[in-house]
């Protein structure tokens, strides 16, 4: 038979019996093939990353830099005098690293200041508090706050006994269901509490694991509302005093806190590049954050991050290798205040974003390497999920729904493309925004294959032919 005859019947009969979508399928399918093909012609240079950074001469640089900056700097929150050294550090050891188009990008970002805190229980018995205040509380009266305590379990018990709560300090002892949906007591505790009249609310930990450690973070008050006083407390703490308020004992709190808001101040977000040998207008762009809370070193959070995105970089450029794309790393300031360095970013470059084919970060920490978290169209679903097979070396193929990233968000919600690293986190919540997020969580080897993951990927990603499909 004429094959000519054959593909006009056949087109007829799609469209008799309205199957058009196989036909797009069909051609589809064969363009992904392609692509597995081409992505699968990349299997020696995803070797030749992994052996770099597992086994090579770069084996712990990562954490190695990680090391000399946390130890160096400490912890970076925004507006603070070490974010502005951390910032100068990193400007240099970029530009010596030999990165390309090194430079800050300015920013203004809030400045809290957290002062001399602390929190007594008066009765029934003395005892100190181990407490952190909230990002963004107002301080208490120089004398302090001396009240009774109400403790409940939730917003809706708090509303149901909204007489009792004129006056006192509101202790929330919250059970821990998951970050997203625990942490609203931390974002909204003060304001609840504020509505029925109370003048200080205390906040259990948002963690599933304690030892006796505060966690900090930021925290909402609304228009309209009162501002009070707000710190978390240990879940220890919180237990203790939902164990004395069911015996009917009466509790007494002590607060002091010397938080204090300023002008916001001038902060960077900090890029470097590798510049694309094809498409240099169009980006792969990979980040973690480089602020962090006032407390333990922001070694976790996102130290990993920010080191193992640096590492990426260096490990490409090490090769010798130079993509398509431009591979641009951008280290974020005031990740932990709301993303503020991430929106202003955004909005400043969003003018090009269809040049932006993919936006990466990791900032839930740099453990055991599983794979990334992805967003996207079900057609860059499937060529991610090939990429991800050149990572089969280090089993770190797996590629789930979702990307998280407070950073890359607004590109995300703009339709680009997101991916996250995912790691085994089931510890991060016991570090998160404590005086224990240190150098001592972090495992050089760990950050060895996060780095391997993290470069495998956005260099595949920013040569090939095509641009993600959105
Ligand atoms: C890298 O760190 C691992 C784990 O601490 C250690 O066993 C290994 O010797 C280190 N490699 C180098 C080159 O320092
Ligand atoms: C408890 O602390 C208060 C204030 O610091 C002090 O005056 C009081 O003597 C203490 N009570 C006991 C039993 O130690
Ligand atoms: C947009 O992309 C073009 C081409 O790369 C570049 O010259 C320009 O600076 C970019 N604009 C912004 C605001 O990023
Ligand atoms: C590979 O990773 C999966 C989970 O991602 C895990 O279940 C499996 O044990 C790992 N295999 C090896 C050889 O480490
Ligand atoms: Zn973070």
Known sequence: MNTLLVTVLAYLITLCSGKTSDRTSAVNEKTLQETAREISGYSEVALDIINLAVSGKAQNRSYNRLADFTDTIGNRLSGSPNLELAIKYMYNALTQDGLENVHLEPVKVPHWVRGEEYAMMLEPRNHSMAILGLGSSIGTPSAGITAEV????????????????????????????GYGESVQYRAFGATEAAKVGAVASLIRSITPFSVNSPHTGWQDYSP????????????????????MAHRGTKIVIHLQMGAKTYPDADSYNIVAEIVGSKFPEQIVLISGHLDSWDVGQGAMDDG??????????SLIKDLGLRPKRTLRMVLWTGEEQGGVGAEQY????????????????????????????????????????QVMMLLQPINATGLSEHAEGTDIDFWMQGGVPGASLHDDASKYFWFHHTEADTMSVQDPVQMNLCSAVWAVVSYVVADLEEMLPR
Not at 154 to 176: D, M
Not at 362 to 383: P, R, V, Y
């Open 304 to 313: 990993g991050g920010a080191f193992i995105s640096w590492e990426a970089l």
């Open 150 to 177: 109400i403790v409940v379990h939730s917003f809706e018990e708090l509303h149901q006994r909204a007489q009792e709560a004129k006056g006192k300090i509101v202790v929330y002892n919250q059970p821990f269901v």
């Open 224 to 243: 309209g509302v009162p501002k009070i006083p707000t710190a978390c407390i240990t879940v220890e703490d919180a237990e203790m005093m939902a164990r």
């Open 346 to 385: 955004y909005q400043l470059h969003k003018v090009n974003i269809s040049n932006f084919d993919l936006v990466m970060e990791s900032d839930i920490g740099t453990f055991a390497q599983l794979g990334l978290q992805f967003t996207g169209i079900g057609k860059a679903q499937a060529i991610m999920k």
